[in-house]
């Protein structure tokens, strides 16, 4: 290698390193908000840096809407929330198009669906029809209305929050939809000491409203650009298509993940590369995040939920099954 090279090396590892510690800044930042849940912050920013999108699925009170909210106030973009009901219509949230009786001419109004962060809040409480209005936006950054195809500006993701529990009134979410969201993430009840914490900091101001961004969108495209740039070697490509395989192959597996489903893992796995301040991903990363990014894509056979397992469960059994790459 001559010095041109190490040099051009040298410069572009100090620009990940650079890039990493604001991308942990703002992971700190919603830490602030929500305590004691380190691991799905890091997520959810990881999800952010790879261009995908999250559902949060858990208890009433939790703090998945905060999550969500406090994620896109750390970043200066254009925010938009959907609250989902039953009357909720599809135009409603891609837009629709007006008759503008000076110009005789239609103009499109955007909707909700165009911004850069979204919080589609108590998403399976909307019908079926209002639902599909975001596959479209989920999976090819655009919206169709009346023919015509109107492109989302980056950066662009979705954030779905769902009661797990509750039953009445809702319509769970088809397999082609979750496949959309790059991880499933569960806050569930914070520990004693992070609970005391929380009703101390709440006692006397809302630490939400004192939040602040710490990136702008052109930072966070950076981020994404400097992802893509993450190495993955062909034995981890491998690892990652063994775990597929394996979901596929399974008893307990009805219906293993998709290749869509390893696009996102990898991808997921680079991005959390770049988090822990490396430029190539190692097993780790791909095993820290198998459950998160591979859990709601695969349906579990009648014997296994006969006997109480869960997809996390499932997923983690496979991974000690699938042999690990060596260095």
Avoid: W
């Amino acid at each position: 290698m001559d010095a041109e090279t190490r040099s051009s090396s040298a410069v572009e590892a100090d620009d990940l390193q650079a890039i990493a510690r604001r991308a942990n800044a703002v992971a700190a930042n919603v830490g602030s908000v929500i305590l004691g849940k380190e691991d799905v912050i890091r997520a959810s920013v990881v999800a952010l840096l790879a261009g995908g999108h999250v559902i949060i699925e858990d208890y009433p009170g939790v703090g998945k809407t905060l999550l969500a909210k406090a994620l896109a106030r750390s970043v200066s973009c254009r925010f938009a929330r959907i609250q989902f009901t039953p009357d909720l219509l599809p135009s409603d949230v891609t837009g629709v198009s007006v008759f503008d009786q000076k110009t005789t001419a239609f103009e499109f109004r955007p909707g909700p669906i165009f911004a850069n962060i979204v919080l589609a809040d108590e998403i399976n409480r909307s019908s079926p029809k209002t639902q599909a209005s975001l596959l479209e936006s989920m999976e090819e950054r655009q919206a169709t209305i009346d023919n015509i195809t109107h492109l989302i500006a980056p950066p662009f993701m979705v954030i779905a929050t769902q009661n797990p529990i509750e039953y009445e009134g809702t319509y769970p979410l088809p397999e082609a939809q979750l496949d959309r969201f790059m991880m499933r993430l569960s806050l569930g009840y914070p520990t004693a000491e992070a609970e005391e914490a929380i009703l101390e900091a709440q006692a006397s101001r809302d630490p939400f409203a004192e939040l602040a961004a710490v990136i702008d969108t052109a930072e966070v495209l950076a981020m994404q650009e400097a992802v893509s740039r993450v190495k993955v070697m062909p034995e981890l490509r491998r690892y990652v298509v063994d775990v597929l395989t394996a979901t596929r192959t399974s008893r307990d597996v009805y219906l293993g993940a998709s290749p869509r489903a390893g696009i996102a893992l990898v991808r997921a796995a680079k991005a959390l590369a770049l988090l822990r301040g490396r430029e190539f991903v190692v097993p780790q990363d791909v095993k820290d995040l198998a459950g998160r990014v591979l859990s709601h894509r695969i349906i579990l056979s009648p014997e296994a939920r006969m006997h109480g397992q869960n997809e996390e469960a499932v997923i983690a059994g496979l991974l000690e099954s699938v042999p690990v790459p060596g260095p």
